[in-house]
């Protein structure tokens, strides 16, 4: 097959592809997400998104005990919501190869933290694969299935975001391994992980661990590169590309395999080199294992390397003392460009009417985290998928709205509510709970690309066909032998689980949000759920001309409703960037002059 | 903007007249969310990788798309080892909006290519009266030995007010060793058939500009 420029995550895809993969599930999140939309693609594999990745996982874990090679995908942060089914499919084993993909985030571009998912592999004792490339991603996918089957393990494949989404030449191939389905038996000791067969199980692992070791120290996944016997730098992923840029004269230790580590491979490098360095990001992950190992690691010449963040070659050559090139000194006098609620949004008019009553909001993950910024600021808390509706108990029982006389509301996303939301609501209504809440129900999984999840019912199936999410769901196209999404009824999912009052408002709507938020929060004695509804502007592209502004009175209030396409004339008054104006009706509500308008049509 | 995800078919690489570069070029195309700067790069790639050259291309997705500053890093050459583009580094540096350019000024090598949108889209902490505009904008370009052009005027003179980008690509070219034909060849393989005609024209008015 001829070379190819593909991402990290477009890569893996083809491996696992070749590898006979018959199913791929997983939970959007930057920078995995592409790798089940380009796995769909293929007619010979059967793809969805799972509601969160602990589901993923367990239907992973059942498809590849039942017999088929799976890969399951997700962002580092989803490794910890799957991190139940992780720690005990470990010690079972497999049937057919199971690979999971854990995609982390340094430097935090699109992510809440930037831990190392590679220490969850250390923690479960499963193989760990590390490319560099996308070649690699593309050969250690392949390879990642055959050690799952080999071993009877679950394999990680880890990546970060610059091996995600940077593109590399690829030579796949381009033929698919005949990987039949394997058979089932039952087998309680294996799977059934009760205490009396968990003991058994870890004693299996055990054993298992001894093997992998072997096998790391002869593995050749795992290479020595020997040039100045003065320097030696053990480094993996991205990184190896770094300190070949950096340090092109030094000798490496280049680890594709990144648990187990092989102590004999690495004391014997840094026997064959003066000094031996460790270029690692994130976290002391190498350091702690290989330090305790009885290597003597050395500290780079110059300074410390970042204890946080993606390191560049640059960040290596002045811990090396390398000299850097000149160059022009930063500009420190430009505005900022942060990320902003596009044009036309429908999570806008809900934060300004969040920051108008003065809320303590606790807030969730999604392009909706935007309401911490300027000009809505009106954002208190972000944790982690779904907490803001807990938290918002918690809040309740320690009193806060009494003490600071801001009403509490939680704030999530659709997407994020089928993801671990409704347990969250399950437990305030269960408890008694009282209180506001929003659900965001943009029709769409925005923040990772406009993906299908189980609130607008659209199957990755159905999102790869570019179904539209605003379709009804009477009228989907039928997509050969798949059944066609469910879209869920979140009024009545919430009415089911006993939520007091349940209201839907129109989220472009100022006059309706502002008395339905009214209502919600003067009564304390019971539990509100507003779903805020109205299409994500990634989905609904449908525009109309830009109202006109006439005699403007400068107050400025439509202004700090945020929208990219609202600025100030020099005279101070408001005026509109056509090009950028969808005529989404936002600004001419804000106006408490009646100054902008739509001409008649 | 949704992830921008190259088919396999469009980015199958056919071998052209073989281009040999004796060091590793950096390309930095920067931007605002949403102005094509994704297209760009995969222009440039795909030309790079046809004229034989090994090229990685990094870009970062997610939140910082939506409206905020993006950037697009592209390295070719015989080998090619680390895919970021440090300070000091960049042989050429593309803005497609004047602002962004100056945030990206220390990434220019000594002696690099400036080629700049002098087009300023304004960032919402300005408009919501935050921060300010920076003083002198062409002036401090002009200083960096800027190609300054107005990209978004040109395209629509091309009769294409979307293809702001490949003019871009288009003034691009003329720092870059690739034959015109290839910079066409590719731009006709990556732009929706329909819209072929006025990019390559764009395209043709962005080499004009910058070797004006």
Known sequence: ?601 | MPHATASAEASTIELGERVTLEKTMTVLLVGVGGQGTILAGNILAMCASEAGLDVKVSEIHGMSQRGGSVSTIIRMGQHVDSMICDPGTADVLVAFEAIEALRNQQFLREGGRLFVNDEVVTPVPVNIGNATMPEGVDGRLDALGAVRMNAGAIAREAGSPRSTNVVLVGALSTALPFAVDEWEDAIRRRVPPKTVDANLKAFALGREAALA
């Open chain 1, 1 to 601: 097959m001829a070379r190819q420029l593909l991402s990290g995550n477009e890569a893996i895809a083809q491996g696992a592809w070749e590898a006979g993969v018959r199913v791929g599930t997983g939970y959007p999140g930057t920078p995995s997400t592409e790798t089940l939309e380009n796995l769909v693609r293929h007619k010979d594999v059967y793809c969805e998104w799972s509601p969160n990745e602990k589901v993923a996982l367990e239907v992973g874990i059942g498809s590849a005990m039942g017999g088929a090679r799976t890969l399951v995908t997700m962002k580092h942060v989803g490794v910890n919501v799957a991190a139940d089914p992780f720690m005990s499919v470990a010690n079972t084993g497999v049937n057919a190869g199971l690979v999971l993909l854990a995609a982390d985030d340094p430097s935090c571009y699109s992510s809440q933290n930037e831990q190392d998912s590679r220490t969850y592999a250390a923690f479960a004792r499963i193989p760990c694969l590390d490319p560099s490339d996308s070649q690699e991603a593309y050969e250690f996918a392949r390879q990642a299935f055959a050690l799952s089957e080999r071993f009877d393990t679950p394999v990680m494949l880890h990546e970060t975001m610059r091996i995600a989404h940077t593109r590399t030449m690829v030579e796949p191939a381009g033929t698919r391994e005949d990987a039949p389905l394997r058979d089932y038996a039952s087998q309680p000791q294996k799977y059934v992980m009760m205490p009396a067969f968990a003991v058994g199980r870890i004693r299996a692992t055990n054993a298992r661990e001894d093997a992998l070791l072997d096998y790391a120290e002869k593995s050749e996944l795992n290479r020595v590169e020997m040039r100045d016997p003065k320097v030696g730098v053990i480094v993996a992923g991205a990184l190896y590309n770094h300190v070949r840029e950096a340090l092109p004269n030094a000798s490496t230790l280049k680890l594709g395999l990144t648990w187990p580590l092989p102590p004999k491979l690495i004391r014997d490098f840094a026997a064959s080199v003066e000094r031996v360095y460790v270029v690692e990001e994130t976290c002391r992950y190498f350091r702690t294992a290989i330090a305790a190992m009885g290597v003597e690691l050395s500290e780079p010449p110059a300074k410390p390397l970042p204890r946080s963040g993606e390191i560049f070659p640059s960040d290596i050559q002045a811990s090396f003392g390398e000299a850097l090139p000149g160059h022009a000194a930063p500009a420190k006098d430009l505005p900022p460009r942060p990320p902003a609620f596009c044009a036309g949004c429908p999570h806008r008019l809900v934060y300004c009417e969040l920051r108008r009553i003065h809320a303590i909001v606790t807030g969730d993950i999604g392009c909706y985290t935007l309401g911490a910024v300027a000009p809505y600021k009106s954002v208190d808390s972000v944790i982690d998928m779904g907490a803001s509706l807990s938290m918002a108990h918690g809040m309740e029982l320690a009193g806060a709205p009494e003490r600071t006389g801001r009403p509490v509301v939680g704030v999530i996303g659709d997407s994020t509510f089928a993801h671990s939301g409704i347990t969250s609501l399950l437990g305030t209504v269960y408890n008694g709970g009282k209180g506001t809440l929003c659900i965001l129900d943009n029709r769409t999984t925005a923040m990772t690309g406009t993906q299908g999840n189980p609130v607008n019912g659209l199957t990755l199936t159905e999102q790869a066909a570019r179904v539209s999410p605003l379709i009804d769901a009477a009228e989907k196209p039928s997509m050969l032998d798949r059944p066609a999404g469910k879209p869920l009824d979140l009024v009545a999912l919430c009415k089911a689980i006993g939520v007091d009052e349940v209201e839907v408002v129109d989220a472009q709507d100022l006059k309706a949000i502002r008395r339905a938020l009214k209502a919600a929060t003067s009564h304390t004695d019971m539990l509100s759920v507003i779903i805020f509804k109205s299409p994500c502007r990634l989905v609904d592209r449908s525009t109309r001309p830009a109202p006109k502004i006439t005699d403007c009175r400068k107050c400025g209030s439509c202004i700090q409703i945020g929208c990219p396409a609202l600025g100030k004339a020099e005279d101070g008054t408001a005026q509109i960037d056509p090009t950028q104006c969808i005529g989404c009706n936002q600004c001419v509500q804000s106006c408490p002059f009646g100054c902008i308008a739509f001409e008649e049509e």
